[in-house]
């Protein structure tokens, strides 16, 4: 692999780019390891693709049958890390809203009383969840309620 690094006064933040005709295990940790901030997440869209996303790309992210499934605002897409890992990554826009579920904050439409105490929370891509009971404290603090 080769590496270039350019040191100049022009620069007022250092950024990073990777030229590569595929995402491989190696090209994932450097994002992994360069990616702060509003870093990106990789996401496998199908067996052959791999998409970059960043936060604001992702309306909630659940895991269903052991699998990580992130929602954008028209596809889903399978992620390799797991819950906890993308909650950290993701950073404060996200909250864990059941054990497997985290939604982005910006993208609320609607919430609704649900059952057995819970709540409904709609986002804008139409996606929906249930808030759980052990969540719903720091919900409702975020709420102001």
Known sequence: MKVS???????????????????????????????????????????????????????????ENTETILYGEKRKYRSRKRLYELASQLGKGFMQISKSTLVNLSYLDSIEPGFSGTMLLKLKNGSKDYVSRTYLPAFKKYLGL
């Open 5 to 63: 690094v350019d040191v100049s006064a022009k620069y007022k933040e250092p950024f990073a780019v990777i030229h590569t005709d595929r995402v491989t295990q190696e090209i994932q940790q450097m994002i992994d390891i360069l990616g702060a901030g509003d870093s990106p997440v990789t996401a496998l869209y199908n067996e052959e693709d791999m998409v970059i996303l960043k936060p604001k790309d992702i309306y909630m992210v659940r895991v």
